[in-house]
């Protein structure tokens, strides 16, 4: 699967932003996209995930400020930012896990956007 990521940008604490992922793949096969985001310096964390029946996760830091979502007629994935904070400052990335029926597993990550929130 191939990921496109984007939305990513300068704001001010408080203030949202919509990533957005383009992706080549079905929900067919994939079972689960997720966005991750990796501050400075830090490792990659979870931020929130969707699964192929529509279940959500969400990170504890961002419950409640971010929504993840889906627009299957556009392959799309969004992930909507709102009262955003310094602390959410990282680079986003997509991902998609494809599951086959002969159990095998493929892990795909787009190329990461930059989000900054200035305070």
């Known amino acids: 699967v191939q990921l496109q990521a984007s939305g990513g940008g300068l704001v001010q604490a408080g203030g949202s932003l919509r990533l957005s992922c383009r992706h080549s793949?079905?929900?067919?096969?994939?079972?689960?996209m997720a966005w991750y985001r990796q501050p400075p310096a830090k490792v990659r964390e979870l931020v929130a995930s969707?699964?192929?029946?529509?279940?959500?996760n969400y990170a504890g830091s961002v419950k409640g400020r971010f929504t993840i979502s889906r627009d299957n007629d556009k392959n799309t994935l969004f992930l909507q930012m709102n009262s955003l904070k310094p602390e959410d400052t990282a680079t986003y990335y997509c991902y998609a896990r494809d599951t086959y029926f002969s159990g095998a597993t493929d892990d795909s990550w787009g190329q990461g956007t930059q989000v900054t929130v200035s305070s």
């Open positions: 793949g079905s929900w067919f096969t994939i079972d689960k």
């Open positions: 969707i699964g192929r029946d529509d279940t959500t």
